[in-house]
């Protein structure tokens, strides 16, 4: 009998040992993604900055984009990129046409602005990190200067590489 309670407690001791080893190689993990994700931001928002369109493309999900609920595929999301009249090429890229056809959907406290202006304004942008799934993540990328509404991208991983989801105004004046 003594010796069954030895081997259920040395048991329990390696088991706790294996526990603490998944959780270290998790956070590890947590760690390399998060530090994947901001760089990824910064290479997408220096293909903003430069109006990349064939490099912006390639950090879209394959399936396109989410805009509130509706997927918008990536046909459609390229065929937007190059239309310099759609929403979303004015969402990244124009922000005096996009406020002129859509300052009537946003708050004098937070106006339109194009994600290129918001880059141009916030130098070193600070993000936050929240993983939403084994697969997802959201990140939150915030300016100093208070007319600018925090930006939200969800990316999610897959085929071993993080893709945009989520983020950028696809359709509307709006993805909310």
Not at 8 to 31: A, H, M, P, R, W
Not at 97 to 113: G, L, N, W
Not at 141 to 170: A, C, D, M, V
Request: charged letters at 25%; aromatic letters at 10%; glycine letters at 4%.
């Amino acid at each position: 009998m003594f010796v069954i309670l030895q081997l259920l407690f040395c048991s329990y001791l390696v088991s706790g040992e294996d526990n603490k080893t998944n959780i270290d190689k998790s956070l590890q993990q947590q760690k390399l993604w998060e530090n994947e994700l901001k760089s990824l931001v910064l290479e997408i928002r220096e293909a903003i900055l430069k109006h990349d369109v064939k490099r912006l493309l390639s950090y879209i999900d394959g399936d396109g984009l989410i805009c509130t609920d509706t997927q918008v595929p990536s046909a459609e999301i390229e065929n937007n990129l190059k239309d310099k009249s759609s929403k979303l090429y004015l969402s990244l890229f124009e922000s005096e046409r996009f406020a002129k056809e859509c300052a009537d959907k946003y708050s004098a406290e937070y106006p339109p602005i194009s994600e290129r202006e918001f880059f141009m304004k916030v130098v070193d942008p600070k993000m936050n990190v929240s993983f939403t799934g084994q697969s997802w993540a959201r990140v939150t990328i915030s300016s100093p200067l208070p007319q600018h509404y925090p930006r939200e991208w969800l990316f999610h991983r897959t085929n071993g590489k993080w893709r945009l989801s989520s983020g950028f105004i696809s359709r509307g004046c709006s993805c909310g």
